[in-house]
């Protein structure tokens, strides 16, 4: 039989949704970053980028969750970091490689993001 919730328990409960929805609201990306932050990448160029993810998560059945972690990861990443257009797949594929290891059970090893991005990158940049 489940233990009823005490009150102590409550406040636990309350301070952890309080402090991950404060996380949360401080970690999200920055508003209007394609303007204020990206000068070389640009909204078409990002889009381009985001489809190829979707191709690549159907490519290797991934779920969704690691789609959504990827470009959560890619979002942050691009709201504060500059970025060129050179290396904008290789964050890309960086990132999915990050969520796949975190949401999948049998996630795609190196080798696999590497052969994706047709070798355009050494192995030792998406490692």
């Keep these: 039989m489940p233990r009823a919730l005490t009150s102590r328990s409550t406040v636990s409960l309350t301070f952890r949704n309080d402090y991950l929805c404060a996380m949360e609201r401080k970690r999200r990306p920055m508003f209007n970053y394609m303007d204020r932050v990206q000068h070389m990448v640009t ?34 990443f691009l709201s504060v970091n500059p970025m060129s257009k050179s290396r904008l797949q290789l964050l890309d594929v960086s990132s999915m490689l990050i969520a796949s290891k975190y949401e999948e059970v049998n996630p795609p090893g190196v080798d696999k993001f590497y052969s994706i991005t047709n070798n355009t990158y050494e192995k030792a940049e998406e490692e």
């Design 43 to 76: 909204v078409n160029m990002r889009g381009i980028f985001m489809d190829w993810l979707v191709e690549v998560v159907v490519e290797y059945k991934l779920l969704s969750k690691t789609l959504n972690l990827s470009m959560s990861y890619i979002h942050r």
